[in-house]
Nanobody
Framework: QVHVVQSGGGLVQPGGSLRVSCAAS????????MSWYRQAPGKERELVAG????????TGADSVKGRFFISRDNAKNTVYLEMNSLKPEDTAVYYC?????????WGQGTRVTVSP
């Protein structure tokens, strides 16, 4: 069965760091690009970062460039989002996602709260 399961996140003070992880199973992870999205309270879900299947190409939203870093370990079938210099406006539920043959597969969501 195809799964992506997230872990990490939590509560952190402004300026702190967190890492969220997304472990995949049931498909050839190394063949597919992965993305991280987030949805803040009262806002639409937005793309945060993406990474190519081999990890050579990454993209990031302007709002997180230089602070958030996406990476993947294809040997572990896992994609990561390292979040640094966190701000209160980064508070959101974070989701990993992959698209396989036009079908989206989403993680369950991980809450990140940035607050003093």
């Amino acid at each position: 069965q195809v799964h992506v399961v997230q872990s990490g996140g939590g509560l952190v003070q402004p300026g702190g760091s967190l890492r969220v992880s997304c472990a995949a199973s049931g498909f050839t992870f190394s063949s597919f690009a992965m993305s991280w999205y987030r949805q803040a309270p009262g806002k639409e879900r937005e793309l945060v970062a993406g990474i190519s299947p081999d990890g050579a190409i990454t993209t990031g939203a302007d709002s997180v460039k230089g602070r958030f870093f996406i990476s993947r370990d294809n040997a572990k079938n896992t994609v990561y989002l390292e979040m640094n210099s966190l701000k209160p406006e980064d508070t959101a539920v974070y989701y990993c996602m992959t698209r396989r043959w036009g079908i989206e597969l989403w993680g369950q969501g991980t809450r990140v709260t940035v607050s003093p």
